[in-house]
């Protein structure tokens, strides 16, 4: 089992910047994948940034440019750096791990999300 929590979302005006926190229950170095997704209303949930255990950093075209994300290793945390903010950049921000277990495949973890709002 591995318990994600979300932090640092907010209200910010457009062309502001947040930081998203994340914090694990468990060591991340051995998680195969973390990252942040997020759900606007009506929207299907899409993915925002993530990394691989051996490095590999993706980000939605959306927000290449705009968001980094990052990572403690000592600490457990993942974090989501948001800047130059947009209105359309307003949706919950939910923080996934993608766990692999020996002979039982992946499993997903989500925390309970944190609202990000950025008014125009």
């Known amino acids: 089992q591995v318990q994600l929590v979300e932090s640092g979302g907010g209200l910010v005006q457009a062309g502001g910047s947040l930081r998203l926190s994340c914090a694990a229950s468990?060591?991340?170095?051995?998680?195969?994948?973390m990252g942040w997704y997020r759900q606007a209303p009506g929207k299907q949930r899409e993915l925002v940034a993530t990394?691989?255990?051996?490095?590999?950093?993706n980000y939605a075209d959306s927000v290449k440019g705009r968001f980094t994300i990052s990572r403690d290793n000592a600490k457990n945390m993942v974090y989501l750096q948001m800047d130059s903010l947009k209105s359309e950049d307003t949706a919950v921000y939910y923080c996934?791990?993608?766990?692999?277990?020996?002979?039982?495949?992946?499993?997903?973890?989500w925390g309970q999300g944190t609202q990000v709002t950025v008014s125009s």
């Open positions: 996934n791990a993608n766990v692999v277990y020996p002979f039982r495949g992946k499993f997903d973890y």
């Open positions: 468990v060591s991340i170095v051995s998680i195969n994948a």
């Open positions: 990394f691989t255990r051996g490095g590999t950093i």
